[in-house]
């Protein structure tokens, strides 16, 4: 009984952590919207480079409460390691982000220059928040916040 209580640990403390990356996840994307949507809004900001700005608060609130909750006491690199590895993930995760919003708002706006309607951005930012989440996730569990193999 006990050899089956220690099998599915893992997979519950895993899920856990993906529940609080989540909880962050989403007040990062709270962030991460209302800052880009501020900037578009009130000061008429390329929608793109909104994006990048509201991007690097979203990826420094994650890392500050990922590091300091989700995979608190994980990983043994330094700290400023981690959050050099936490930055290059959310790199990745912000070309992501990027990617599939271009191709949204292409999809559905037929065009990228200037900003969409609101509705197209709106479908647009969420899909890649959830899409990108996942490898974000992924990559900084296994890779950000993982034990080195001594």
Known sequence: MSVIANAERPVSEGWKQFVKF?????SSAVLDIGISHLLMSRF??????ANTVSAAVAIT????????WTFRGMGSARRHTQYMKFVAVSLVGFALNSLIMSLIILMLAGHVSGNPPHSVWVIAKGSAI?????????AN???TFAESRA
């Open 61 to 68: 609130n994650g890392y500050l409460w990922n590091s300091l």
């Open 22 to 26: 989540a909880m962050i996840g989403a």
């Open 44 to 49: 008429g900001m390329f929608w793109l480079l």
């Open 130 to 138: 959830v899409l990108v989440a996942i490898w974000n996730f992924l």
């Open 141 to 143: 569990k296994r890779w």
